[in-house]
């Protein structure tokens, strides 16, 4: 295969040349690719397991170092920081998804399973990047698309569980109690998807979309939280 293009994104994207690039084709290798490919060898489950690892690491030393909070706090900081949503993000953000080697059947799949395959992914690189490069630019990397993001997570409280905080807000400013309501339930039964309304009153604060309604509500909820902290600034 050619790994031109790969090479490349080390380059401009990461900043840096791999020393071994196939760990970086490697990370960008979903297992549906090897199962259709008989002469791929290797996916990127392994690296993932390595750079979730390492992830977690880098994120809590940061937060130790940096904030003076009790456990439980620190830990949903990190849950919000490297929530699969955050790390897919990052993932959009650095252009990597057209070197993604993944099945045809994967390829056609929904969004929501496309940013899981992203995340994954991410953490993919980070293990490459450990073993190519060492944890100093493991860590770097990470500080860069990961912990640059802490300051938005702890303004707009998203570290906090999204229904109870969207519910301590509306007794707090409008004195009623959210409810949720099914707005749409579409897709077959084995990729559903459910549009949640969150009300507040008569009137709708936000909404949501998931593949479960309970999703498609703490979705909901974010959004309301949101809202709730533009009208307060």
């Not at 303004?155 to 906090?160: D, K, M, N, P, S």
Request: glycine fraction near 8%; hydrophobic fraction near 35%.
């Amino acid at each position: 295969m050619d790994k031109t293009p790969y090479v490349e994104f080390a380059k401009n994207k990461l900043g840096f040349e791999f020393n071994n690039i196939d760990l970086l084709v490697t990370a960008l290798t979903h297992r549906s690719y090897v199962n259709e490919h008989k002469n791929a060898h290797e996916h990127n489950e392994r690296l993932e397991f390595l750079g979730d690892a390492v992830l977690e690491l880098v994120s809590s030393d940061f937060l130790y170092r940096n904030y003076n909070e009790p456990e439980g706090i620190m830990t949903a900081v990190r849950a919000a920081l490297v929530r699969t949503e955050s790390i897919g993000a990052a993932g959009h953000e650095l252009g990597y998804a057209p070197l993604v080697r993944m099945s045809k059947g994967e390829r056609m799949g929904s969004e929501r399973a496309h940013d899981v395959i992203l995340a994954d992914c991410f953490e993919a690189v980070i293990g490459a990047i450990y073993l190519d490069q060492g944890y100093e630019r493991a860590r770097d990397f990470i500080d860069k698309h990961i912990l640059v993001k802490i300051d938005t997570v702890l303004e707009e409280g998203l570290w906090r569980d999204p229904k109870s905080y969207v519910q301590e807000l509306a007794q707090k400013i409008d004195g009623e109690t959210p409810v949720y309501k099914t707005l749409k339930e579409e897709g077959p039964d084995h990729d559903k998807k459910f549009t949640v309304g969150l009300y507040v009153g008569n009137s709708l604060k936000g909404t949501g979309v998931g593949h479960s309604k309970q999703e498609a509500q703490t979705e909901a909820a974010r959004e309301g939280v949101k809202q709730y902290k533009k009208l307060n600034k």
